[in-house]
């Protein structure tokens, strides 16, 4: 079964799989780039790699108007709840459940989880997918680690890496996380939406396609692809 993904700008991606609309990190308003508001979007599941403003961003309020299911680490997902949110579901770092569009693990992510608020969003993490015929990886914020060659023994189909930089790992170190991971397809995100995170991503892409054996695709805001 094919998969599409819309990237949303920044971090903030649509899923779609069947009947499923999984939104990962909905931050749409505030979002410099972001072309949707949080307003038109009606997502069948919620994903929160971790508790920066960035990431979480218009999560209760989507979730409350459509009753989305929220997944995230069990600290947010207590938030989350403490806010109103009815329909959450906790997980942690390398525990799986098996939910209607597909498997979800999390996984490691080196990088900070405070909520907005000041509150304890405990661990960040990476998401990995298996949904029907394909298998994806969002890292989140993260810097490089070694470990992803364990997630890269998933046989991935996409991963989603950061390569702004500052505060993720960038170009460099993501073309060691593309070796790693030995992904398919990659595509960036996570730069460009301030000044201390500015990258060129078609240089990238080059480096991608000449230094690593994966492919690389650049997706601008609005874009839809099928994996």
Not at 47 to 67: L, P, Q, S
Not at 175 to 193: E, G, M, S, W
Request: aromatic share 8%; proline share 6%.
């Amino acid at each position: 079964m094919s998969v599409q993904i819309e990237f949303l700008g920044h971090s903030t991606f649509e899923i779609r799989s069947g009947e499923h609309r999984i939104l990962i990190d909905p931050f749409l308003t505030g979002n410099p780039q972001a072309k949707k508001t949080a307003e038109e979007m009606n997502p069948t599941v919620i994903v929160i790699t971790h508790g920066h403003g960035d990431h979480v961003g218009d999560t209760v309020e989507i979730a409350k108007r459509t009753g989305a299911l929220v997944i995230a680490n069990y600290e947010i997902a207590e938030w989350l709840t403490a806010q109103g949110v009815k329909n959450v579901h906790a997980q942690h770092q390398g525990g799986g459940f098996q939910h209607p569009f597909g498997y979800l693990k999390l996984t490691v992510a080196h990088h900070g989880s405070m909520l907005p608020d000041g509150s304890n969003g405990g661990s960040p993490c990476g998401l990995l997918f298996k949904l029907p015929g394909k298998t994806i990886y969002v890292a989140g914020d993260t810097a490089l680690f070694s470990d992803m060659k364990l997630i890269g023994e998933a046989e991935l189909d996409l991963a989603i890496l950061p390569i702004g930089d500052n505060f993720t790992m960038g170009p460099d170190d993501s073309l060691q996380a593309i070796r790693f991971l030995d992904p398919k397809l990659v595509i960036p995100c996570h730069y460009n939406t301030w000044p201390p995170i500015e990258q060129n991503p078609h240089d990238w892409a080059i480096r991608v396609g000449g230094e690593t054996d994966a492919k690389a695709k650049v997706m601008e805001v609005g874009d839809v692809i099928t994996v």
